[in-house]
Each structure stands twice: as structure tokens, then as C-alpha cells.
């Protein structure tokens, strides 16, 4: 089992996919990928990149109310990088809770082994980008 600091970015990388009403997520659900662990509380809501299937897919672990989770509305790539685009939920009742959501997404052929990723949050008028790096 992998363990990893709560402040570190786990790199998952992981493009195109479906099941999230909305999301291009290939798969969303709330928790962490398999086989990481967050040592301690956590102290910042970063996303964190995890690679899975030797790096052929990835997750982004978000942070933040469990029942309305930032949903994956775009991805962006080129030979060398990937960007995943998260916009607010659309659901209407939130739970004021701190719970990991994550996001998988597989890798298509046109990106280079170990590309950069980032997660851009789109709120209303206001955008984040985080680069999120493997531990």
C-alpha cells in the first residue's frame, strides 16, 4: 500500500471517459483511488494526482463537500501535458464536509509518458490551476 502526505499532489493521469452525469470522467466516486492512503488530517484542499494501470490512466482526488463534488467537464492535451477542467456541481442541497472525490481518466496514445498535469477549477468568475506532480 502507498502512503502519502497530505500536502503531496499524487499525479493521476487519465484522459476521456464517461459515467458521471456531466463529467468526462471515465469513473467518479467518493473516496480515494485503491492503495492510497492521506497520512494525518487533511490540512489543504489540493487535488492530488495518483497514476494507475502503470501509468496508462491517472486520478485526481478532490477535496470538498462529499454530496456536491466539482464535476470534470473538460480535458485539454497535447503531446506533453494534460489539463482536467472542474466546474461546479449542480446539485442543489451540499453537505458541509471535507471528503476526497475521485476522478479516473485513461490516457490516449498522443500523450508522451509522464506528461505534466494540471487541474483548472472554474467558480462563477473565478479559475485555479494546480500542477500537480507524482510523489
Given amino acids: 500500500m502507498r502512503r502519502i502526505g497530505a500536502g503531496t ?9 464517461g459515467c458521471s452525469e456531466g463529467s468526462v470522467a471515465r469513473d467518479t466516486y ?3 483511488p485503491p492503495g492510497v492512503e ?5 490540512l489543504s484542499p489540493e487535488p492530488m494526482l495518483t497514476w494507475l494501470e502503470d501509468g ?9 463537500s462529499s454530496s456536491c463534488p466539482p ?3 473538460e480535458t485539454e492535451s497535447d503531446r506533453q501535458s494534460v489539463t482536467v477542467v472542474f466546474e461546479d456541481s449542480d446539485n442543489d442541497a ?9 476522478h479516473e481518466f485513461d490516457v490516449t496514445d498522443s500523450v ?6 494540471s487541474a483548472r477549477f472554474r467558480s ?4 485555479r490551476t494546480y500542477s500537480l506532480t507524482s510523489p
Fill in 30 to 32: 467518493r473516496g480515494l
Fill in 71 to 73: 464535476v470534470a467537464v
Fill in 112 to 117: 508522451a509518458d509522464d506528461p505534466s498535469v
Fill in 9 to 17: 499532489a499524487v499525479l493521476l493521469v487519465a484522459l476521456l471517459g
Fill in 124 to 127: 462563477g468568475t473565478t479559475e
Fill in 56 to 64: 496508462a490512466a491517472f486520478a485526481i482526488t478532490t477535496w470538498g
Fill in 94 to 102: 451540499c453537505t458541509a464536509d471535507l471528503g476526497p472525490t475521485s
Fill in 38 to 42: 492521506v497520512e494525518g488530517p487533511v
